[in-house]
């Protein structure tokens, strides 16, 4: 079992360019959620996904957008960077909804110039 | 490996010492919790989890202490070994909010041999 992969693991973007993200969840997940990690924080949810739709959101713009694909694997988007986007974004999958376990891969290194 | 954390508290600890890690979270309506340790360069690793009707649960080293009148929340392990070293956050989610956890801002530990 690979678990939680994420590509790239580094990636440098300029200043109101557009990134995309991938996520492949743990086998047998069918849930991935988001999560921001600037240096020296904690992660912040970005957002979650479920069945191929968004359910439930955290408190960024809609420059954040994601997507679900029916293999249960995600990607997230993000338009017009800017330089505070620069963070870890990382994945997490679980098994269904509640409170159960998260899987997180190893993230994305994203560094907006 | 990136640092996870700049300026982040510190515990440091002696190998074979055990160690104790604290977080305080502030929902009263949180009722399932869990441990992560990242190291530097990857995603957060689980290490163990307590739901609300729980004080207590043992894992193998690790022990979660669960004090629901102060919203206090420990993490105890035993003999820490130098692979210990990493930045520890406890995570909190509600079943009124089950699709999104809340990171504490983390605790470095360091263990010297």
């Known amino acids: 079992d690979a678990g939680v992969t994420q590509s790239p693991t580094h990636l440098i973007k300029t200043r109101g360019q557009q990134v995309t993200l991938r996520c492949s969840p743990k086998?047998?997940?069918?849930?991935v959620s988001w999560y921001q990690q600037a240096l020296g924080q904690g992660p912040q949810f970005i957002f979650q996904y479920y069945e191929e739709e968004e359910r439930q959101r955290g408190n960024f713009p809609d420059r954040f957008s994601g997507h679900q694909f029916p293999n249960y694997s995600s990607e997230l988007n993000v338009n017009a960077l800017l330089l505070g986007d620069s963070a870890l974004y990382l994945c997490a999958s679980s098994p269904g909804t509640g409170n159960t376990e998260a899987f997180f891969g190893q993230g994305t290194r994203l560094t907006v110039v | 490996g990136e640092s996870v954390g700049l300026h982040l508290p510190t515990l440091s600890v002696q190998e074979g010492d055990n160690s104790i890690i604290n977080c305080a979270y502030s929902?009263?309506?949180?009722?399932?919790f869990i441990w992560y340790k990242q190291e530097s360069g990857k995603g957060p690793q689980f290490i163990i989890d307590i739901r609300s009707n729980m004080d207590k649960r043992q894992g193998q080293r690790v022990t979660v202490l669960l004090n629901k009148t102060v919203k206090h929340l420990s993490l105890q392990i035993a003999a820490t070994q130098p692979g210990d070293s990493a930045v520890y956050f406890c995570?909190?989610?509600?079943?009124?909010?089950?699709?999104?956890?809340?990171f504490g801002t983390g605790t470095r530990l360091q263990v010297f041999p």
């Open positions: 929902n009263s309506a949180s009722d399932y």
């Open positions: 995570a909190e989610n509600t079943r009124f909010n089950t699709d999104k956890l809340i």
């Open positions: 086998s047998g997940h069918d849930t």
